[in-house]
C-alpha cells in the first residue's frame, strides 16, 4: 500500500464538515440529517471532474453490505453500491463508508491488483466498524462526516448518560441506525457503558466506551495480583 498517498480520514471528513457547516449553517441538523447520496454525487463531480461516481445504486451482492466500484473506461467511472433491503439508516453510512474509499483510497484501489474493479466491503468492516487499514480509514470517515462531534456532544454531553430514548433521537437526527450510533457515542462518553448485540439471546458481539474498558483493565489488574487468572467475562451492561 502506497502509505504517499494515504489521506487522513478525519482531516478529509473535517474539511467537508466545514463546508457543509458553511453552505448549510451550522445547525443544518435541526433541519436534516447529512444527504451523502447527494453529496457523494455533488462533490466527486466537483474535486475528479473527469473521473466522478455518477451513480449510487441499489444492488444485490452477497456477503457484503456496500461496494465502490469502477468502469472499463478511462478516465474511471465509479459507482457506489449498497446491498438490497438495508434500512435507510444502515445505508446511509454505507454509502458513507463507500463514499471515504472514493475520497481516501481511490487511487490505490484503481492501482493495486487486489482490488479487481473495486472494492467489497463486509458486515464486519461497515456495520461492526472493525475492519483494519483502509477499512478502518472509511468508518472513521464515515462517522465523522454523518455525526460530527461538534454537533454529539453538544446533543449528549460527555459525561450524561444516556438512554434508548437519547440515543433513538439521534440516530434520526443524523439518519442513521441506532447500532452507529452507539458505536460514535461509545467513542468519547466517559460514562462506563457496553453495547451487546444479540440475536435470539446469544451475543454476537460486544464494544465498550474507553471508560468500561479502563474500569474492567483494573478489575483484571487486581485479580492478577491477587494470583487469580482472570476468567473469561460475559458482558454485561454498566452505567
Ligand atoms: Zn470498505
Not at 433521537?169 to 467513542?187: D, H, N, P
Not at 454476537?204 to 474492567?216: E, G, I, N, Y
Request: charged share 25%; net charge positive.
Amino acid at each position: 500500500m502506497s502509505e504517499r498517498i494515504r489521506l487522513q480520514p478525519l482531516k478529509e471528513a473535517a474539511r467537508i464538515t466545514q463546508m457543509l457547516d458553511l453552505v448549510l449553517g451550522a445547525d443544518r441538523f435541526d433541519r436534516a440529517p447529512v444527504d451523502v447520496i447527494g453529496l457523494a454525487l455533488e462533490y466527486s463531480r466537483q474535486v475528479a471532474p473527469d473521473s466522478p461516481i455518477h451513480e449510487v445504486v441499489e444492488r444485490n451482492i452477497p456477503g457484503c453490505v456496500g461496494a465502490l466500484v469502477y468502469g472499463e473506461a478511462r478516465p474511471r467511472q465509479w459507482a457506489i453500491m449498497y446491498h438490497a433491503g438495508q434500512s435507510d439508516g444502515r445505508r446511509s453510512f454505507t454509502v458513507g463508508h463507500e463514499f471515504a474509499h472514493y475520497v481516501l483510497h481511490r487511487q490505490l484501489i484503481e492501482e493495486d491488483g487486489r482490488y479487481d474493479g473495486g472494492i467489497y466491503c463486509d458486515e464486519n468492516a461497515v456495520v461492526r466498524r472493525d475492519g483494519s487499514g483502509i477499512e478502518q480509514d472509511a468508518d472513521e470517515f464515515a462517522a465523522a462526516l454523518l455525526m460530527p462531534f461538534h454537533d454529539f456532544r453538544r446533543q449528549l454531553p460527555a459525561k450524561a448518560r444516556a438512554d434508548f430514548e437519547a440515543l433513538g433521537r439521534l440516530a434520526k437526527r443524523y439518519g442513521v441506525s441506532l447500532t452507529a450510533t452507539i458505536l460514535r457515542w461509545l467513542e468519547y462518553t466517559e460514562t462506563r457503558a457496553i453495547m451487546v448485540v444479540s440475536n435470539e439471546g446469544f451475543a454476537h458481539w460486544a464494544k465498550p466506551s474507553k471508560a468500561a474498558l479502563r474500569s474492567q483493565k483494573r478489575k483484571h489488574a487486581t485479580r492478577s495480583q491477587a494470583g487469580r487468572c482472570p476468567r473469561q467475562r460475559s458482558p454485561s451492561s454498566g452505567s
